[in-house]
């Protein structure tokens, strides 16, 4: 049996309203798939954008604040961690990596960071540095997405104005990162150093001396705003952030505040659930409305079709074959639009905040269209049973 | 092989509950070689008789066999089977499918049992050649009414049916596409064919070889005897 | 050890042995002997499906399926946070699937295959001793 060319001909006879139920079906199917990867989307990019960064420990104050500034580089104005606790700090034995940081700065709207270069040696994460490491405080390293040039002049502006006319002026891009999924991408990085001298500070180290980075002279380190520390193992982890919570610091992970940056956004998100289940319902509700008129249109053809030796079951194919190839074609043009909308909501979102978000299509979405489907496979069948309760003949008087 | 109807009944529930009798009929026969029509007042039960014997319409009571078979014994796919290889089906309204070519119009009975058409389409080009139909039109549209109803015959005659059964088959034509139309049941009966037609035509009631007239569900001229 | 300590754990791991599937919670401390090896119990048990309550820790990841099971709560009164040592005895959990934050201080539980030993996971670079994988956990 073949049930294709007589569903074919069916389409083609209402072939408006057969157009009208499919893109019906793909603009809830395209609302569905573009709120759910569009969600993951930005907890993903935002997860990632803090996932070098394992412990930040900075002078008591917002940790929002604090992840703002240290993660998504939102500046705003910290008050410093005093020296002589920063000094046990940088000598924490239970850390792999600790790192002190001076943001704030920047060059033609892109920020400045200062740190050291074991730091960004970790977020680039075994991948090479095109060019090389900074390894003077006239140095600096660019981020993969800075539009700038290696071998680029610098000139650093410090709020509102230009600073230190002179000596510490203009910086040289001796390198670029690779791309690390963070708002770091879009960054300039400099040793600490540089930001310390900037601002007129001492630079950790004796005065005269040329050194960038580690170790540090006790006596010549200033405040520092903030430290990323990567701990050794999970107990030091909970143990630092334990032991640096205390009347003259602060420790989070993050993660944790993005946990309830998320859960305050978990309003948002369960609205967004709310009307992707509202759309679902949407498709739903067309498909069972669209199967009954289209059953009516159609049911006196398919009486016919009875009349000339079809079986029950080669009408029911036709009917199936119509309404699922509407709803499989329907479906699919809704996830090719679902991406494109993800993809656009994406881009926007992406420059606004200044990481990478990109949205893919996942299991949710795949589940999504999956359940689609099945539901469609399901009620394809209901206009062939409602025809059925009558008698083929009655369609076929008059 | 004859057709034979016998304790045909089906009583339906009537306005205000009352029962209502669609079709009482002790014995009916018909045979092959012969154009038959069935004529009558509307509502008088000939198109449910002609269903249930094509076995699309089911009855409260009765027995129809066709040769040895007996059609209402039968399980209802094997009826619909048997519906497609032996009868053919001809309606006032044709009840084509626009959307198809002419010929796949006479292919539509051959996909209910087969996936590819192909080695049918030599047949099917065939029989339009023989109704006249023009074989050049790639829409079945372009056909005027006659050769619509044409195209409707042929695809009745697909499998070469030994039975025809017609509703009203030239009740929407004008005289002379009618006048073709009925040619062409004179001949399938003259080939040996049983025709059965439902008409008030007189051009038709005029070209058959019996008559048969129902009234209220029963057979008022032409039952044997 | 002692005799009547070593017979005490050897009955009591069989008891829990057994009461797997009853899923009687072991406690994080049973893991450990004094020295802070295994104990005869967590020996007993690697491998098999347990149960463990606790209370979720303040996540390292976000958006994983990764969290820290911690006998007492991480502590959120601010009366207690300073002086508070932090516990030694943590249970990384890898849940089977993505995390759903809990509130840090409800009691929770979670069952998984227990897993002994030093494990470096290079996704988030850090070194745990005691896993409890393809976990589901909930409110206790």
Not at chain 1, 55 to 81: E, K, W
Not at chain 1, 257 to 275: C, H, I, K, N, P
Not at chain 2, 37 to 49: C, F, I, Q, R
Not at chain 3, 63 to 76: G, K
Request: glycine fraction near 10%; charged fraction near 15%.
């Amino acid at each position: 049996m073949n049930p294709f060319p007589i569903a074919w001909a069916f389409a083609r006879a209402n072939g408006g309203t057969s157009v009208l139920f499919l893109l019906l079906i793909a603009i809830a199917t395209a609302l569905g798939i573009a709120i759910t990867s569009q969600e993951r989307a930005l907890r993903e990019g935002s997860a990632r954008a803090a996932d070098p960064f394992d412990i930040v420990i900075a002078a008591p104050g917002s940790q929002t604040d604090l992840l703002m500034n240290v993660v998504y580089l939102r500046p705003s104005a910290v008050p410093l961690v005093p020296p002589e606790i920063s000094l046990r700090i940088l000598s924490e034995p239970r850390a792999r990596l600790v790192a002190p940081l001076a943001f704030g700065d920047n060059y033609q709207g892109l920020p400045i960071v200062g740190t050291i270069a074991p730091l960004l040696e970790h977020m680039a994460d075994g991948i090479p540095l095109e060019g090389r490491m900074f390894e003077s405080d006239v140095e600096a390293v660019l981020g993969s997405a800075v539009p700038h040039p290696i071998g680029h002049q610098i000139a650093v502006a410090h709020g509102l104005g230009a600073i230190n006319e002179g000596s510490h002026g203009s910086i040289t891009a001796v390198g670029r990162m690779p791309p690390t999924g963070t708002a770091w991408d879009r960054a300039i990085l400099v040793p600490i150093e540089f930001s310390w001298l900037a601002h007129n500070l001492t630079t950790g180290h004796p005065p005269g001396s040329d050194q960038i980075g580690p170790p540090w002279d006790p006596a010549s380190l200033p405040g520092v705003p903030a430290f990323v520390v990567v701990a050794d193992s999970l107990i030091a982890a909970y143990g630092l952030r334990q032991q640096y919570r205390t009347a003259e610091t602060t420790a989070f992970f993050p993660a944790e505040v993005l946990v309830e940056l998320y859960a305050l956004l978990g309003d948002v998100r369960s609205l967004m659930g709310l009307l992707s289940l509202a759309t679902q319902a949407l498709v739903v509700a067309a498909i069972l409305t669209g199967v009954m008129a289209l059953m009516q249109l159609y049911r006196t053809r398919l009486a016919v079709l009875r009349a000339l030796g079809a079986t029950r079951v080669y009408v029911i194919a036709v009917m199936w074959c119509y309404v699922m190839g509407l709803i499989a074609c329907g479906a699919l043009l809704g996830l090719g639009l679902g991406i494109g909308v993800a993809r656009t909501i994406s881009a926007r979102l992406a420059a606004e905040a200044g990481i990478p978000i990109s949205p893919t299509i996942g299991g949710a979405e795949l589940l999504l269209l999956g359940g689609l489907l099945i539901l469609g496979a399901v009620m394809a069948l209901i206009p062939a049973w409602l025809l059925f309760r009558r008698p083929a003949v009655t369609w076929l008087r008059g | 092989m004859t057709l034979t109807a016998t304790g045909l009944g089906l009583t339906l529930t009537g306005s205000g509950g009352r029962p209502f009798e669609v079709l009482n009929i002790p014995t009916l026969t018909a045979e092959p070689g012969a154009l038959t029509v069935l004529t009558g007042p509307s509502g008088s039960g000939k198109s449910t008789l002609l269903f249930a014997l094509s076995g699309l319409q089911t009855l409260d009571r009765g027995t129809i066999r066709w040769g040895e078979t007996e059609i209402t014994a039968l399980p209802e796919p094997a009826r619909d089977r048997w519906r497609r290889g032996a009868v053919g089906l001809v309606f006032q309204s044709f009840h084509l499918i626009d959307e198809l070519s002419p010929l796949d119009n006479v292919l539509v009975p051959v996909w209910f049992g087969a996936f590819f058409a192909g080695p049918s389409r030599a047949r099917a080009a065939s029989l339009l050649e023989e109704l006249g139909v023009p074989g050049d039109r790639p829409r079945l549209r372009a056909l005027s009414r006659g050769e619509q109803q044409r195209v409707a015959l042929a695809r009745a005659l697909m499998f070469d049916p030994p039975i025809i059964l017609a509703d009203e088959p030239t009740a929407s034509l004008d005289r002379a596409a009618g006048a073709r139309v009925i040619d062409g049941f004179r001949k399938l009966a003259r080939d040996g064919r049983l025709v059965l037609a439902v008409s008030h035509d007189p051009d038709l009631i005029a070209a058959a070889d019996h008559v048969l007239v129902l009234d209220h569900g029963q057979l008022v001229q032409g039952a044997p005897a | 050890m002692n005799r009547r300590s070593f017979v005490m754990s050897t009955a009591m791991a069989t008891l829990t042995v057994s009461a797997v599937g009853a899923r009687e919670p072991v406690s994080m401390p049973s893991l450990y002997n004094p020295d802070r090896s295994f104990s005869d119990l967590a020996l007993s048990l690697a491998g098999r499906s347990v149960r463990v309550d606790g209370f979720m820790a303040p996540p390292l990841k976000a958006d994983t399926n990764f969290f820290v099971l911690t006998e007492i709560p991480m502590a959120v009164c601010p009366l207690c946070e300073t002086s508070a040592q932090w516990p030694e005895d943590i249970l990384a959990i890898y849940a089977r699937r993505k995390l759903r934050v809990v509130p840090y201080s409800w009691p929770i539980y979670a069952t998984g295959r227990l897993e002994l030993g030093d494990y470096m996971d290079t996704d988030f670079g850090f070194l745990s001793r005691v896993r409890l994988i393809d976990a589901k956990y909930g409110r206790a």
